[in-house]
Nanobody, 126 residues
């Protein structure tokens, strides 16, 4: 099972930008479909973005489309989430996740991800 560690969260004003990173352990990182999810207080965990094993295919939640960009570097075992034009409603804990390696399809369902990082807090102030 892959181990995931997120970084890059923080406090930013509305309209600003942040870059989240997720570092993965192991030598088979390119075998994993990866995703970003977020969870605000009192809310369920929500899908943000997902990326295919190669990085050629991405899919975003409507709420972040055209504002967030997910990418991966399989040589460095990392995935990133570039967040721009941030809104106060983007405030949440952001989690990096990996699907089991036998599954190649991207997914927006948290139930289809088996490995999770500890999360990084993103706070957007008005």
């Amino acid at each position: 099972q892959v181990q995931l560690v997120e970084s890059g969260g923080g406090l930013v004003q509305a309209g600003g930008s942040l870059r989240l990173s997720c570092a993965a352990s192991g030598r088979t990182f390119s075998s994993y479909v990866m995703g970003w999810f977020c969870q605000a207080p009192g809310k369920e965990r929500e899908f943000v973005a997902t990326i295919s094993r190669s990085g050629r295919v991405t899919y975003y939640a409507d709420s972040v489309k055209d504002r967030f960009t997910m990418s991966r570097d399989n040589a460095k075992n990392t995935v990133s989430l570039e967040m721009s034009s941030l809104k106060t409603e983007d405030t949440a804990v952001y989690y990096c996740a990996a699907r089991p390696p036998q599954y190649s399809a991207i997914s927006d369902s948290p139930n289809q991800y088996a490995s999770w990082g500890q999360g990084t807090q993103v706070t957007v102030s008005s």
